[in-house]
């Protein structure tokens, strides 16, 4: 016998006069009607104009009548997603006008929905948001968990997407904060090590397995790093030669924080719009890759690129054109440890302890079993795997098995890896160009591009004031309108690099631009606004790139001073207010032979300090696992997702990783016990896993483990726990009373188990199935005349069902020869 699991085509009527599944939704309107509910529940739901709202499930039709009662907010649009064993049990009556705007769907249709580019404008913008519905939420039907997360891992994997796209701002920011300092291009790196050996050192745990190898081979190896993993192998005794860093983010300067102790013995090689944090206060030498000026890209067409996602990725290509033929890799993982680390240990992300509830995906890794690992990082992967089909003479080499396995880059345990002497790791070519000279043609670049950012800017604003007298007089728009495109004809024309930029750096300011709403009902106004929303957009920008040039102007003439004579304390208090105090040991290199009076010694003494506290990382504790990415409702959407696909492998990780919460942590005891339970049942082991849910104390059973209690108590015909595990999830759903009547039955507990059927039918008339069985249960004990009863009834619920018939049809003949 299998427990009764499936969505049941009974409906039932709420005191409010409401239909609702109970299959679905359980209890949940029987006290509250469901407008009351869906009030306090997704009462911002019908208030956020030009916003997409994606619903997972419908709650029996009950949220999406609460939702086409509504007056939809101006631009918004609702996409109901719904089972496929639902969505042919309701009926919903979208009127005509509201077609367009609420949409409603199974799982199968989704991929064809969010392909839609009115659905991808609102992703783009981030103006879109996913609701679980109340039965979802409650977590009881499998199929809805599953669904949510395909859902978020879809939208997760657009998102991502768009982001790319569209937080391009930040690098752009960096790289024109970076003009003064991105002195020195990697290009006269290439081809210094020619066909050589060299390893690339990331972060991921496998760094710990290899980290004896690296200081036993050091002397011999040319190591890159990249910059969060520096301090960490210095400590070890292991120097880099370069050290990389690429992320713009003032984060990676608070994880990278060590490698400010390695400024006299390596190299960083950086990306143009690496962290200004990082590049503005590193002492030793330093080369840009990429363009240096985002105008203009003639100087820098033939420079080692940054290629991504990860710094990672950008470590390899630099071994590439540097010309090593063989480069090792190790902590490049691109995946969870077994025991769900995504960093080497002492890293602040290791200090966190595992991640348990990310939404992951899972790899293959050298030794052959399953991994989890990020949406990211699969790209990471990807970008790494071109690379390697790229560059067929290079041989790409990863000293862990632990790691994601990647086509073209094969694995060899360190031990056979074969070494030849290193000559040297000098490098003796590079010739560093920070000078006055270099930082005063860069001002004269700035004080010429920003002529001509003016003249774009006095286009736009004319454009702009152009389009706010489009409303005015429709008589005078045909013109107006003609006025403003020879404006943008110029703009394109004449300024086409200044404006791509313009509008690059600007992407989310302009994606207002874009309309989600449809043509057919496009006014001239929605029209008008359109065109004044652009012009507002690359007004506002053109103004706010302006200001970032003239920031990058005047941090030249700051470098200029630094190199001049003007005095330490009016240089000091920029460096405090930028938070940048390393400078001074930059300053103390160009100034050797200044001799310092006592004022100078003890602002520098106070510098020296400050500079301190910010290189020395704040000690993190683990503080558990229950932080945001490992909430326990993501941790058992996982569990479920995990055993929906057989993954007793990934049951089984999960397991033991939340082994050592259980004792502090209910949620994480009841979901250990369940993820073993699922595991060991996978595995054919039912007693085990039986016991494993028994071992929950019982206030915390949910549904969930009390439908599997006595799924495994069936499986092992132990007929009194079953029973008596029936009993409690009556409290939770009415669905089960025929599996409970069933139990009565095979226990020889007749009249009860009568009793049972009929309790149930009677709030219930409409399950056939249900009355089937109840007449076979009669003609098992001789109840023709009761039997009879059933099968009729079961013909009312349902006229055409052909097993009815048929046994109805058998029992007349028979009451009919008794007579």
Request: hydrophobic share 40%.
């Amino acid at each position: 016998m299998q427990l009764q699991t499936n969505i049941l085509n009974n409906f039932a009527i709420s005191r409010f006069n409401e239909y609702y599944l109970p299959s679905i939704n359980r209890h949940t309107f029987d006290n509250i009607d469901s407008k009351t509910i869906y009030e306090k529940n997704f009462k911002n739901l019908l208030h956020q104009k030009d916003n997409l709202n994606i619903i997972i499930g419908m709650d029996s039709g009950l949220l999406a009548n609460y939702v086409l009662e509504a007056k939809f907010p101006d631009g918004s649009k609702f996409v109901f997603i719904e089972l496929s064993s639902v969505l042919p049990l309701l009926v919903i009556d979208i009127p005509q006008h509201l077609q367009k705007k609420l949409i409603i769907v199974d799982e199968s249709a989704v991929d064809e929905i969010l392909s839609q580019d009115e659905i991808k404008i609102y992703i783009t913008k981030g103006q879109y948001r996913l609701f679980p519905s109340l039965a979802v939420t409650a977590k009881h039907v499998d199929d809805y968990n599953t669904l949510l997360n395909d859902i978020e891992s879809k939208l997760q994997n657009m998102s991502f997407q768009s982001q790319i796209d569209s937080t391009q701002k930040i690098f752009i920011h960096t790289q024109l904060a970076n003009i003064s300092d991105n002195h020195t291009q990697a290009k006269i790196l290439k081809n210094t090590f020619s066909g050589q050996t060299c390893i690339v050192i990331a972060g991921g745990p496998s760094l710990d397995e290899n980290i004896d190898w690296i200081y036993e081979n050091r002397n011999n190896l040319f190591i890159i790093c990249v910059s969060r993993i520096a301090g960490r192998l210095a400590k070890l005794s292991i120097t880099p030669d370069i050290i990389v860093s690429v992320d713009p983010q003032d984060v990676s300067f608070n994880v990278s924080r060590d490698m400010f102790d390695l400024s006299d013995n390596s190299i960083l090689v950086h990306s143009y719009h690496v962290s200004p944090k990082i590049l503005s206060q590193w002492q030793g030498q330093c080369l840009y890759m990429g363009q240096r000026l985002p105008w203009d890209d003639k100087n820098d067409r033939d420079n080692i690129i940054t290629v991504g996602p990860t710094v990672t990725n950008s470590s390899v290509r630099l071994a590439i054109e540097m010309g090593f033929t063989r480069i090792l890799l190790s902590g490049v993982d691109f995946c969870y440890s077994k025991s769900g680390y995504t960093h080497a240990s002492g890293t602040p992300e290791a200090n966190q302890g595992p991640c348990l509830g990310h939404n992951t995906v899972w790899v293959e890794t050298y030794e052959g079993y399953p991994a989890e690992t990020l949406l990211q990082l699969r790209h990471a992967m990807e970008s790494l795997e071109q690379e390697a089909q790229a560059y067929p003479d290079v041989d790409i080499i990863n000293l862990s098995n632990r790691t994601a396995k990647i086509t073209g880059i094969s694995y060899v345990n360190p031990d056979n890896i074969q070494l030849d002497t290193l000559q040297s790791k000098s490098l003796e070519n590079i010739n560093i160009k920070y000078s006055s000279h270099d930082l005063t043609a860069m001002k004269t670049e700035l004080t010429k591009v920003t002529v001509d950012f003016e003249k774009v800017f006095s286009l736009v604003k004319k454009a702009k004031k152009l389009s706010l007298t489009l409303n005015l007089n429709s008589n005078l728009s045909v013109k107006t309108m003609d006025e403003i495109n020879k404006i943008e004809d110029r703009l394109n024309r004449k300024y086409s690099n200044l404006s791509t930029l313009i509008k690059f750096y600007g992407y989310h300011e302009f994606s207002n631009f874009l309309t989600t709403r449809d043509k057919d009902n496009w006014t001239q106004t929605h029209i008008n606004n359109m065109t004044k929303s652009y012009y507002d957009a690359f007004s506002s920008i053109c103004g706010i790139m302006l200001s970032l040039i003239e920031n990058a102007h005047e941090k030249i003439q700051f470098r200029l001073k630094e190199m001049s004579d003007t005095p330490l304390s009016e240089l000091a208090v920029r460096w405090k207010k930028e938070n940048q105090p390393g400078r001074f040991l930059i300053w103390q290199k160009m100034h050797k032979q200044h001799i310092l009076v006592q004022s100078e010694s003890d602002l520098l003494l106070e510098l020296s300090l400050l500079f301190k506290q910010n290189i020395t990382p704040v000690k993190q504790t683990y503080t558990g696992v229950l932080n945001s990415n490992s909430a326990m409702n993501h941790v058992y959407t996982k569990i479920i997702r995990l055993n929906q696909s057989k993954n007793h492998y990934g049951l089984a990780l999960t397991a033991s990783n939340l082994l050592p919460f259980i004792a502090q942590n209910t949620e994480a005891n009841r979901l250990y016990h369940l993820a073993l339970s699922f595991q060991l049942s996978l595995e054919q082991q039912p007693q085990q896993a039986l016991d494993a849910l028994l071992a929950i104390p019982e206030e915390l059973c949910t549904e969930m483990e009390l439908k599997n209690i006595i799924l495994l108590a069936l499986k092992l015909s132990n007929l009194e726990l079953a029973e008596a595990t029936l009993v409690k999830i009556l409290t939770h759903s009415d669905e089960y009373m025929p599996q409970y009547a069933h139990i009565l039955k095979l226990q020889g507990k007749t009249q009860q188990s009568v009793n049972a059927y009929l309790d149930y039918l009677e709030k219930y008339p409409s399950d056939t199935q249900t009355w089937i069985k109840l007449g076979l249960f009669m003609i098992e004990i001789n109840q023709v005349e009761a039997s009879h009863t059933a099968f009729s009834n079961a013909i009312d619920a349902d006229p055409n069902n052909q097993v009815a018939q048929e046994y109805l049809a058998e029992l007349t003949r028979l009451m009919a020869s008794s007579l």
